[in-house]
């Protein structure tokens, strides 16, 4: 008869270790030792391996547990091989699982007959002796013991004890996960938080659909034609991709949401959480000529006058594409480059030369020391028609 240490790679598999390991007792372990007529060395071949699988054990639950901060306030997984999550679990921890098993197949009656004709293979965890709970020679506790004996049965139950946290915190996220998949709002909390990770920059954005194409024209034409409700969606994508989908998935889905409100593509990128706002911002820069704001002379060729610095660095802040902190310092400075660069001075239409971004940079450095974030706004503000 053969023994099959091979675990359904799914949460009755996980369920079916936790169960059998949470249970584990020392007169258990000393009664399938007896039961097995485990000698020393038998004895030492055991604790050798459960201590290679310790080891290996402090290894996977570290990664598991960074792996769980995290996976749950994550729209896409990073690996397209393996989305469901107990599957993904089970890879996580894998190694674990496989010493746990072999440990259980240690404590298996040697059974050298088989059926004639069939292969006879049974599961681990139907035999092995670690299950069984009937104890029938225990009389006198584990004083009577060999010190290897007592080792064996302390550095087991350690490794069995980390075993059962490590699938507890595995049966929790598939809990949250669960919850997660039913609570709509919470839901698109994380998709959009996804979605600003995914496209940090305007750059991100290029680098990904400007040379490459991947998204054309007519499919973003045909996606906002065509676009489903996002609680449609969501719910049935979360954990089913990877984060090169969602990123264009992210840069499609801003687009439609930004068209609604008659933004382009790349103004859509920008204000994907406050699109009536982005609307007012580009028509300021459209019509930034007709605001008053402060010129002076230049020598630049083919133009005349140029804007002050410091009302660009006003524009920035009224335009709110960047996070900023209290003291309205910016979080992001590569988007709000990115936003001025590729956005602000590519439609501004005037006459006036706008200043560049390292003018902006060193005229915001003053600013943050004098002004506060709403003192900037306000300042940009007070120019746009009531």
Request: aromatic share 12%; charged share 30%; net charge neutral.
């Amino acid at each position: 008869m053969l023994y099959s240490t091979i675990v359904q790679r799914d949460e009755t598999g996980l369920t079916q270790i936790y169960e059998a390991a949470k249970e584990l007792e020392d007169l258990n372990v000393l009664e399938a030792i007896l039961l097995c007529k485990f000698d020393i060395r038998k004895v030492e071949q055991t604790l050798n391996l459960v201590r290679m699988y310790q080891a290996r054990l402090n290894i996977e639950s570290m990664e598991l547990v960074a792996f769980s901060e995290r996976f749950i306030e994550e729209y896409a997984t990073d690996n397209n091989k393996c989305f469901h999550i107990a599957l993904k679990l089970v890879r996580k921890i894998g190694t674990t699982i496989t010493g746990s098993m072999k440990i259980f197949r240690k404590y298996c009656p040697v059974v050298r007959k088989r059926l004639e004709g069939s292969v006879n293979i049974v599961p681990v965890l139907d035999y092995s002796r670690l299950t069984f709970r009937q104890y029938h020679s225990q009389f006198f506790g584990i004083e009577p013991y060999c010190e290897l004996v007592k080792t064996l049965l302390h550095e087991q139950a350690t490794f069995f004890y980390h075993l059962v946290t490590v699938l507890k915190v595995c049966k929790d996220m598939i809990r949250q996960e669960q919850e997660v998949r039913g609570d709509y709002a919470r839901l698109k909390k994380i998709f959009e938080t996804s979605c600003d990770n995914v496209l940090k920059s305007i750059n991100d954005v290029k680098a990904t659909f400007g040379s490459v194409k991947l998204v054309s024209e007519e499919e973003l034409e045909e996606r906002r034609k065509n676009a489903r409700p996002l609680s449609e969606w969501l719910q049935k994508d979360y954990h089913e991709h990877d984060n090169q989908w969602l990123r264009r998935e992210a840069y499609i889905y801003r687009y439609v949401e930004g068209s609604k409100h008659g933004l382009d593509p790349e103004a859509s990128q920008f204000f994907a959480h406050n699109p009536e706002h982005g609307i007012q911002v580009c028509k300021a820069i459209e019509q930034l000529d007709s605001l008053g704001l402060t010129k002076r002379k230049t020598k630049v060729e083919g133009y005349s006058w140029q804007y002050d610095s410091m009302d660009m660095v006003y524009l920035l802040k009224w335009a709110e594409v960047s996070y900023v902190d209290e003291q309205g310092k910016v979080v992001n400075e590569e988007k709000e480059k990115r936003f001025y660069e590729n956005y602000v001075l590519k439609h501004y239409k005037g006459e006036v030369k706008l200043p560049t971004w390292q003018a902006v940079c060193r005229q915001r450095a003053f600013c943050y020391n004098e002004l506060t974030l709403k003192n900037m706004k306000d300042a940009f503000a007070k120019h746009l028609p009531q």
